[in-house]
C-alpha cells in the first residue's frame, strides 16, 4: 500500500517558479518509477515528467529546459522544479507510482498551478 500526497502549487505570474513535492508513504518507493502529470481544464491528463529507480529522467516537450525532476529515496519524495512558468502549464499537478512488480499505479490527491498575470 503507498500514499502520495502532493504539494507547492499556487498562483504564479508568467515567467515565475514553483517547486511541487511529493512524499510517499510505505515501503518499495526506491524501486518505483515515480512522475507527474498534469491535467488542465480542457485537456486530458498529459505526463509531464518522469523518473526510475536509477534515476533516468524523461520530460515532455512542451517542459523541456524549464522543468527538473528529482527523488529523494532516503526521504521518500518526488520533486519538480518549475521556472518560466507560462499560462499553458496551468494545471492540476499529479503524483503517481508505478509498482511494475504487482502492476499497480499509485496516484496522489493533485494540487493546483494557476500562471496568470
Known amino acids: 500500500q503507498v500514499q502520495l500526497v502532493e504539494s507547492g502549487g499556487g498562483l504564479v505570474q508568467p515567467g515565475g517558479s514553483l517547486r511541487l513535492s511529493c512524499v510517499a508513504s510505505?515501503?518499495?518507493?526506491?524501486?518505483?518509477?515515480m512522475a507527474w502529470y498534469r491535467q488542465a481544464p480542457e485537456n486530458e491528463r498529459e505526463l509531464v515528467a518522469r523518473i526510475t529507480s536509477g534515476g533516468s529522467t524523461n520530460y515532455a516537450d512542451s517542459v523541456k529546459g524549464r522543468f527538473t525532476i528529482s527523488r529523494d529515496n532516503a526521504a521518500k519524495t518526488l520533486d519538480l522544479q518549475m521556472n518560466s512558468l507560462k499560462p499553458e502549464d496551468t494545471a492540476v499537478y499529479y503524483c503517481n507510482a508505478r509498482a511494475l512488480a504487482i502492476h499497480r499505479d499509485y496516484w496522489g490527491q493533485g494540487t493546483q498551478v494557476t500562471v496568470s498575470s
Open positions: 510505505g515501503s518499495g518507493f526506491r524501486i518505483y518509477t
